[in-house]
């Protein structure tokens, strides 16, 4: 008697999209970033933070709402960390498609709409920036979101009873030479242009 196994490959095919609302998510001319939000600035030493290479970029508010300015994840994914305390809440998001596996992560975001675990598209909204009852709380330097593409999976953390959903962490706060950041991320601008290029 003979067996017949067939293995069933499935290829995914993902679209990446800009992670703010535009006119066109896939016009890259629309982000705008903060003074120092570019990718591989030297980040200056700060109380209990050493000097770093600025691991991904600083998303300024794409109009003047600040009630509801949503952000969107940039390519189907699956949310695997969640924290959502104050100006450091973070959504670290799981993306694979035919090509490569990548991790995105946003920061200094509220309103967080999803959570651990849950399958997201572009198409909704994941999050949104602070809105202005938020910065006047915890500072206006937070008009923005921190936007990280991972080249490897995220570090995963001992689970903390004041977040329970926080799995992971990015390696922000250890590139020290332009080798640790090659190693772990992706510059988001080139990584969503070779995207939309194709």
């Known amino acids: 008697m003979v067996s017949h196994f067939f293995i069933v490959v499935s290829i995914i095919s993902v679209e990446v999209f800009l992670p703010i609302r535009t006119d ?94 849950e399958r997201v598209t572009p198409a909704k909204p994941i999050a949104r920036f602070m809105n202005e009852v938020e910065l006047n709380k915890y500072g206006w330097q937070f008009d923005h979101f921190h936007f990280e593409i991972l080249k490897v999976a995220p570090i995963p953390v001992r689970v903390d009873p004041a977040k329970p959903q926080r799995l992971f962490n990015s390696y922000s706060l250890v590139c020290y030479s332009k080798s640790d950041l090659d190693k772990y991320f992706y510059d988001p601008l080139n990584f969503l242009r070779k995207q939309f290029s194709h």
């Open 24 to 117: 066109n998510r896939k016009a890259i001319g629309s982000v705008q970033l903060t003074e120092i939000g570019e990718f591989a600035v030297m980040r200056k030493e700060r109380p209990k933070v050493p000097a770093h290479f600025h691991t991904g970029i600083d998303i300024k508010r794409p109009g003047k709402n600040y009630v509801d300015e949503p952000i969107f994840a940039v390519a189907e994914g699956t949310v695997i960390s969640k924290r959502d305390d104050g100006p450091y809440a973070q959504l670290i998001i799981e993306h694979q498609t035919e090509k490569q596996k990548f991790w995105t992560v946003y920061e200094h975001i509220a309103g967080l709409r999803v959570s651990l675990h």
